[in-house]
Nanobody, 127 residues
Framework: QVQLVESGGGLVQAGGSLRLSCAAS????????MGWFRQAPGKEREFVAA????????YYADSVKGRFTISSDNAKNTVYLQMNSLKREDTAIYYC????????????????????WGQGTQVTVSS
């Protein structure tokens, strides 16, 4: 059974940084593409970033491109989301997601493609 546990959320001032972590209990972590999504109050969940099985291909929502960086450590079964230059509009619950993915160099950006989800971690950005 796949379990994903996010950590690293919190309260930060605008312009600050946070690093989210997602620890995955997956025996074959390297076979999974990983993604981060977020849901702000009153809004639908949206794509933030994704990383391929190889770790060499990354994808970002336009709203976070240049500010957020997704990375993974296969030895630790962990995926990270480094968030810099945070804005108030980044306030949301951030979710880690995983999918058993055949494409070694790609990762999906669609929420519906992901099979496993963490419980989420709250990120609040104050002005």
């Amino acid at each position: 059974q796949v379990q994903l546990v996010e950590s690293g959320g919190g309260l930060v001032q605008a312009g600050g940084s946070l690093r989210l972590s997602c620890a995955a209990s997956i025996r074959t972590f390297s076979r999974y593409a990983m993604g981060w999504f977020r849901q702000a109050p009153g809004k639908e969940r949206e794509f933030v970033a994704a990383i391929s099985r190889s770790g060499r291909s990354t994808y970002y929502a336009d709203s976070v491109k240049g500010r957020f960086t997704i990375s993974s450590d296969n030895a630790k079964n962990t995926v990270y989301l480094q968030m810099n230059s945070l804005k108030r509009e980044d306030t949301a619950i951030y979710y880690c997601a995983a999918v058993l993915w055949s494409g070694y160099g790609s990762a999906p950006r669609e929420e519906m493609r992901y099979d496993y989800w963490g419980q989420g971690t709250q990120v609040t950005v104050s002005s």
